[in-house]
């Protein structure tokens, strides 16, 4: 009987033992990714769609076989828009997790929260926001935009004739880096254009801030000492308010047009466009360009989004942060398979000058030193239905300049200043 007892407990731990080497040659056969966005806080209004957007591109990838023969499997965190925690989260997805990359962050104080832990641990980390600029890392691709890809060129539009010849700036941003450096920026390209400090106001306003009556109260009586425009950095909600009480004091884009670099189809949704008429932004991609690779794209997004039962499925939009997102998920990819493998050393290596037909029509090149795409450059006049009409667009995609040469000193760096290339 004991002997019985001995022979069923052998075999049922021998059954264990080989369930676990199972488990353990199914975990080896997959490759994990890191999704970091804020799904709740302030900036889950702009963040969820890109973690949406990352896992829809993972199961395409999967679906044509994955990447060198193995599944890519996506472990999704929330850093809950709180920046100290995108650093813990991320520290805990490259650690715990063993994930090869790491696809996150929309604020540059996420951005640069996470930094230092993806350079002491040498990850790789994909950013799909625009942003200011200012810094290269070996260890960061930014997918977004840089100052040159956005932030200039859209002044440059509302300066011109075209673009309504405005002579006064109203700076109005979220009080964080981003918007602050893009300010310092724009306020130094502005000087260089003849603009007097007395023709520029700067005004800030916290994250989740929800009452612009007197800001835009302000706009009103700026805008009476000549043609101005807006120039909006406000990121996540506060942009609902924002556009809100633009339409509740009348202040129409044929008065002031406001041109925003954080809102796009996504932050719209949940807004009566109507009173918004004729108000721009400048991205690198809108749904409503018109090319077969885009209306594939639009087309898979609205079938994935019914068929997980997203949120608002039923009004599922695409806009450029998850087009870059979508971007980013497939050049790494592509690399991964130039590399034949996921080591970080080696697919940088090959991800300099990886190209893709995105979405907005055009074939994307990553740099092969900064570590930034090559993009077109486009402004959008919002429609009544929640959607962008192209108005101006670059002709071929431009490169990045990360190193802004309106910031004093700028001049003298070198474009190329990322180590391990």
């Given amino acids: 009987m004991k002997r019985r007892s001995l022979i069923k407990a052998f075999t049922l731990s021998a059954s264990i033992a080989a369930m676990g080497l199972s488990w353990s040659i199914q975990a080896a056969e997959t490759i994990k990714v890191g999704i970091l966005h804020s799904l709740s806080g302030t900036m889950a209004i ?50 715990q997790d063993k994930v090869a990359v790491v696809f996150g962050c929309w604020t540059s104080v996420s951005r640069k929260s996470v930094l230092p832990v993806f350079e002491e641990l040498n990850g790789l980390l994909f950013y799909p926001v625009q942003y200011e600029g200012e810094e290269m890392s070996p260890n960061v691709f930014y997918t977004g935009a840089a100052p040159n890809q956005q932030a200039i060129p859209a002044v440059e539009y509302v300066m011109s004739e075209d673009g309504g010849s405005a002579k006064r700036f109203f700076l109005l941003g979220t009080d964080y880096v981003y918007p602050r450096t893009t300010n310092k920026i724009l306020r130094a390209f502005l000087h260089s254009k003849g603009v007097a400090d007395k023709d520029i106001e700067e005004v800030y306003t916290p994250f989740g801030h929800a009452d612009y009556q007197t800001i835009v109260a302000n706009i009103k009586k700026f805008s009476a000492g000549g043609k101005t425009a807006v120039i909006s950095t406000v990121n996540g909600d506060s942009n609902v308010p924002f556009y809100k009480e633009l339409a509740n004091q009348g202040l129409k884009a044929t008065d002031v047009p406001v041109v925003a670099f954080s809102v796009g189809e996504e932050e719209l949704r949940g807004i009566d466009t109507k009173p918004l008429v004729g108000h721009l932004a400048a991205w690198n991609y809108f749904e409503s360009v018109d090319n077969p690779v885009n209306q594939k794209f639009v087309a898979d997004w609205k079938a994935y989004a019914k068929a997980k039962n997203l949120p608002g499925a039923d009004k599922a939009v695409t806009n450029d942060p998850m087009e870059a997102t979508y971007v980013g998920i497939n050049m790494w990819a592509q690399a991964v398979e130039k590399a034949k493998s996921t080591d970080v050393d080696k697919v940088r290596e090959a991800l300099a000058g990886q190209t893709f037909a995105a ?63």
């Fill in 359 to 421: 979405p907005s029509g055009y074939t994307l090149a990553m740099d092969k030193t900064n570590h930034h795409l090559h993009k077109p450059v486009m402004i959008g006049e919002i429609q009544d239905d929640g959607q962008f009409s192209v108005v101006w667009e670059t002709e071929q995609p431009l490169p990045a300049q990360p190193w802004s040469p309106f910031i004093p000193g700028n001049d003298k760096r070198p474009d190329y200043a990322v180590k391990g290339n």
């Fill in 46 to 95: 702009s963040e969820t769609s890109l973690k949406d957007m990352a896992l829809m591109t993972i199961e395409q990838i999967n679906a044509k076989g994955g990447v060198n023969g193995k599944m890519l499997e996506a472990v999704v965190v929330d850093p809950a828009s709180n920046w100290p925690l995108f650093a813990e989260k991320s520290r805990q997805l490259l650690t």
